[in-house]
């Protein structure tokens, strides 16, 4: 009987413990410290170059095609924020973007010719 109370006291305290750190995971997004970004060409000519600052560093994608598209990734382990400038093929700029991510977020930049819409698909985690 004694070995039986001390066999159930141990799976008690691996499930607390494992809880405890599934929460801690999510609270802290220590799955995937990751922000997902999809830069989708839907003007009517070429991207030069696409420039993506973010609080950790930055990031420049060329050579976009209308109708094409690129995704680059980034590190944020928790609130981020990023802005984007495009450059077109015949030398004319639009900036704009994002303000907020987390960690975990994926967003569709739709880049058009006259203006750049975020499109968020949360926590998506996709490879």
């Given at each position: 009987?004694?070995?039986?109370?001390?066999?159930?006291?141990?799976?008690?305290?691996?499930?607390?413990?494992?809880?405890v750190?599934?929460?801690?995971?999510?609270?802290?997004?220590?799955?995937?410290?990751?922000?997902?970004?999809?830069?989708?060409?839907?003007?009517?000519?070429?991207?030069?170059?696409?420039?993506?600052?973010?609080?950790?560093?930055?990031?420049?994608?060329?050579?976009?095609?209308?109708?094409?598209?690129?995704?680059?990734?980034?590190?944020?382990?928790?609130?981020?924020?990023?802005?984007?400038?495009?450059?077109?093929?015949?030398?004319?700029?639009?900036?704009?973007?994002?303000?907020?991510?987390?960690?975990?977020?994926?967003?569709?930049?739709?880049?058009?010719?006259?203006?750049?819409?975020?499109d968020?698909q949360?926590?998506?985690?996709?490879?």
């Open positions: 009987m004694r070995t039986l109370l001390k066999f159930v006291a141990l799976v008690a305290m691996v499930l607390v413990s494992f809880g750190g599934a929460i801690t995971a999510i609270v802290f997004h220590l799955g995937s410290p990751i922000v997902t970004v999809q830069l989708k060409n839907s003007s009517s000519q070429k991207i030069a170059s696409v420039h993506l600052d973010h609080e950790y560093g930055s990031l420049s994608v060329t050579n976009i095609e209308p109708g094409g598209s690129r995704k680059v990734r980034f590190y944020s382990p928790g609130e981020s924020s990023y802005k984007i400038k495009v450059i077109f093929a015949n030398g004319s700029t639009i900036s704009g973007g994002a303000g907020y991510v987390e960690a975990g977020y994926g967003v569709t930049e739709v880049i058009t010719d006259t203006l750049i819409k975020s968020f949360l926590f998506s985690y996709a490879p």
